[in-house]
């Protein structure tokens, strides 16, 4: 989480103070009511053009992110640095790995795809992606078993036995 990512982050909610309650419906995501439970690309794109800041929100979210590291990588490839130097190339493959996590699921998810790719990226950026399918970041438990909760319609210690590991995980994964 950067300085550039919580001033993106931040433009919601302060937009959101200007008009209170959202009576134009544009700020937030939408309720889950609205999407989808079948892949409907009409309803999702639907879902999400009722709510143009929020697009607008997390596109300037991913683009303070990305346009300093293309930048960065832009200047090393054109005068030919990045060839030259395998520390440079390990340290750029590692802050993309960086700015993969920071981005989110989807861009994880990119990052894990790209990492069995030698046909479009070099040695270190699939070592360094590697790590995004061996060790992915995990995010707090709480959030999981709200997210269980709210899905399931229980609370998470009353549709699992958490008597003999706890309540932590024990395994992870990531959907295909």
Do not use: N
């Not at 930048?71 to 030259?84: H, I, K, N, P, Q």
């Not at 894990?112 to 950026?125: C, G, K, M, T, V």
């Not at 061996?134 to 707090?140: H, V, Y």
């Amino acid at each position: 989480f950067t300085a550039r990512t919580a001033v993106a982050a931040t433009l919601l909610p302060l937009a959101a103070t200007l008009l209170p309650g959202d009576p134009l419906g544009v700020w937030g995501e939408p309720d889950e009511s609205e999407l989808p439970r079948a892949y409907d690309e009409r309803a999702i794109a639907s879902a999400w053009a009722r709510r143009p800041m929020a697009v607008a929100v997390r596109a300037a979210t991913v683009l303070t992110e990305v346009v300093p590291f293309g930048t960065r990588l832009l200047v090393d490839v054109r005068s030919g640095l990045l060839a030259a130097d395998a520390h440079l190339q390990r340290e750029r493959a590692a802050e993309l790995r960086d700015l993969l996590v920071r981005l989110g699921p989807a861009f994880i998810k990119l990052g894990q795809a790209l990492s069995i790719r030698p046909d479009l990226l070099p040695a270190a950026a699939l070592a360094e992606l590697q790590h995004l399918v061996d060790a992915c970041p995990a995010f707090p438990d709480d959030i999981a078993h709200a997210a269980v909760a709210k899905e399931l319609g229980a609370e998470f210690q009353t549709l699992f036995d958490c008597s003999e590991h706890g309540a932590a995980p024990v395994a992870a994964a990531s959907p295909g």
